[in-house]
């Protein structure tokens, strides 16, 4: 049987819908299903939609902010994004040197113990998404997504970490360990946005696997990602923090 | 509603445990919560105890969330309990392959409390 069910979008509006061929009973289920996001225009704007989603949703954070560090669309990637075909002219290059993303950029930025979560993308893409942010910047993102419980998050924001100037502090001071669940969660919350962002790109939501991420503690590595490559690098500001996040992908024999 | 028996299943032992809180502070009264870091161990519960409620990640390294939907239609294991996907893959191919291996609902991770309480507390009342 073919049946017409409904998909809620991300935003939780209705009247997104999707044919397929299901049996009455699996279609009688589908409206308990939370679906794909919208797509997006552009893979920054994707990665600033992923991230601004998981802050809100799962970290409490409302407020973050984003700047551009670098944005190189190859042409072996740009039949995957075909609204950006007229920009794409205009978007190509060569990533500066071999080493900009990740960890030497975190150099750049003069963080001294910088922690990255790494996830890499198989199947349409190969490559990585990084997530790097100075340690105490991982408490802060680990915390908020351990610490208050659900309910209370955001009248904690709101009530307690917030100073005149809105900027929101973690609670706590001093020396501060990045145990086993604060990793967990830093990683967990580069799987969320590395999701995110892979969804809201045309043409990858299906056949672009995700890894499971890796931690690495310390600048003193890179990444050597082979072939034409997809580089996107933004840095997002949030309670007094920065964290960087590069995507850096090439586009696999089959879709060239 | 009596306490159920729930199974997360998550290689994030971060997330196994902001799903049971969510639950937990969304009304449903668990009785006991086991996890499982892949499918391999989520089978290896489901063999030896009983489910209310089956909570399950997709992407996990060993045996992935689908494979264990897949030897649980094989083995004939758990077949009247809801299971619940939740996940960061929303592509049309992931949803689909989790109905058709026996997912009721299937919940897109960044969630919000309220779609992890509108989606699952419907399955186990009904449970």
Redesign the interface.
Known sequence: MRDRAFWES?SGKKGKY?S?A?DPA?AR??N??????LLAANPTQALDAAVH??FE??LGIPDVESSDVSLVIPSAISPLIPSLSENVEILMGTPKGSSSVGASLAQQMGWQQPVSAILGFAGKLSGACTMSAESEAVAVMSWH??SP???LRHSIMRDLKRTDSGVCEWPHRGPYLLD??LL??F??IC??I???WK?RMPGL???C????PTIVSGSDYELHPVGDRLLVERIYHFCGHRMLLAIRCAATDDIV | MSGIRALIVDDSAVMRKIVERTLRQGGVDMETVAEAGNGEEGLALLRRQTFDLILCDINMPGMDGLEMLQRMQAENLARQVPVVMITTESSESHVRSALMYGAQAYIRKPFTPEQIQERVLPLVTKA
Do not use: F, K, Q, W
């Open positions: 991300a999707l397929m299901l699996i289920t589908m308990m299903i939370v679906a794909a996001p989603e998981v949703r799962m997504l351990l419980p659900l309910s086993d669940a967990d969660a990683g967990e799987n969320m590395a999701g995110g969804n939501d299906s056949g696997a995700l890894s499971v």
